[in-house]
């Protein structure tokens, strides 16, 4: 198991909706994952996804801080020793999508 954090400055619940957005799922989730079907707390900011018949999993929880922006951490299971890069690469590619959702918006 590997984790990764990162911050920025977008509303936690944009953060959320973006990465639990089917149509924007693929552009962060590992590969292994997306066959997973991704389970969502909306009200707790939490969704976490099981990919059936292997190890992976992923967890992600998104955070308010104080100055208006959202503070994100993903647990990912699967990927052996590649675990952690692969953690810290879906939430770059998290972070892109959630600045693509707001240009767009």
């Given at each position: 198991m590997a984790y990764a954090e990162q911050g920025m400055s977008a509303p936690p619940e944009v953060v959320?909706?973006?990465?639990?957005?089917?149509?924007?799922?693929?552009?962060?989730?590992?590969?292994?994952?997306?066959?997973?079907?991704?389970?969502?707390?909306?009200?707790?900011?939490?969704?976490?996804?099981?990919?059936?018949?292997?190890?992976?999993?992923?967890?992600?929880?998104?955070?308010?801080?104080?100055?208006?922006?959202?503070?994100?951490?993903?647990d990912l299971a699967g990927g052996g020793q590649e675990a952690g890069r692969l953690a810290e690469e879906a939430l770059t590619n998290l972070v892109r999508a959630v600045a693509d959702n707001l240009q767009a918006g």
């Open positions: 959320f909706n973006t990465a639990i957005d089917p149509d924007r799922v693929g552009a962060w989730l590992p590969e292994p994952l997306l066959s997973a079907i991704g389970n969502g707390d909306t009200a707790r900011l939490r969704a976490r996804w099981d990919a059936p018949d292997t190890d992976w999993s992923a967890e992600l929880r998104v955070e308010p801080v104080d100055a208006g922006g959202a503070r994100l951490r993903l």
